[in-house]
């Protein structure tokens, strides 16, 4: 691997809207290894109609998080796949302080360890006005905004040309039900982390780039960039 790490277990860590979903996507291609998103495993078995996304769905359109044990079958059968061996981009999980007891031993038992953790940080009125404006390719699931990151001709995605949809939790109300869940939920993983010397933040209402900047700065560029 290009990279100053042997193996890079990270964790990005951040309020939904945060842009950690992006960051993750273009850390993924520098520090080539996988962007793991638990909500984008999940939207995918909801857009597949399995039994777990039908219940999915619900608790999702709520704002609500699912339960952890069934985060924690989800993501373990994700980190043992061979793609992980060299590291991970974790974005969404964990989201509870057992979430990340639970990585913790799932990273033991795989013989890895958690590298950093860094939290993209952006306040909550920020936050709202964000998601309001998020919409997403239903196929491939990128990311765009009406305003901050339009597709090119406005309305379809870039990469696969069909029109882009908005999140059924985008919506204002389960905006709001959400940044809850965080803040009571995941919030906590700050104070954890960082008393294991893992955590770094760095200021997420920065542009775009600045934010992939500061980020790689914070954990070392790949060897050569
Ligand atoms: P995200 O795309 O990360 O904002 O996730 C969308 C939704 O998926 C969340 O609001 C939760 O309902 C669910 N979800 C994603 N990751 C987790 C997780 N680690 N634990 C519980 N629920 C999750």
Redesign the pocket.
């Known amino acids: 691997m290009t990279s100053i790490y042997r193996s890079l277990n990270l964790v990005l860590l951040g309020p939904?809207g945060s842009g950690k979903?992006t960051q993750a996507k273009v850390l993924s291609e520098k520090y080539q290894i996988p962007h793991v998103?638990?909500?984008?495993m999940?939207r995918e078995e909801v857009r597949n109609q399995t039994s777990l996304g039908i219940r999915?769905k619900e608790?999702?359109d709520r704002?609500?998080?699912?339960p952890d044990d069934v985060?924690a079958a989800m993501i373990l059968k994700r980190l043992d796949r061979e793609d992980c061996a060299r590291g991970v981009i974790l974005?969404?999980?964990?989201?509870?302080v057992e979430?990340a007891q639970v990585l913790d031993g799932i990273l033991a038992e795989l013989g890895r360890t958690l590298e950093r953790v860094v939290l993209v940080d952006v306040p909550d009125e920020e936050i709202v006005r964000r998601l309001g404006g998020r919409r997403s390719c239903p196929r491939c699931g990128r990311v765009y905004h009406v305003v901050y990151n339009p597709p090119k001709d406005g309305k379809n995605c870039d990469d696969c040309g069909v029109p882009l949809i908005q999140r059924d939790?985008d919506r204002e109300e389960v905006i709001r039900e959400?940044l809850r869940q965080y803040h009571e939920k995941t919030a906590p993983l700050v104070d954890f982390y960082s008393n294991r010397g893992l955590l770094v933040s760095v200021d997420g209402s920065q542009s775009m780039e600045a934010v992939t900047a500061s980020i790689m700065e914070a954990i070392g560029s790949p060897v050569g960039q």
């Open positions: 939904p979903g998103s638990t909500g984008d999940l999915a608790i999702m704002g609500e998080l699912l985060m974005d969404g999980y964990p989201r509870t979430q939790d959400r």
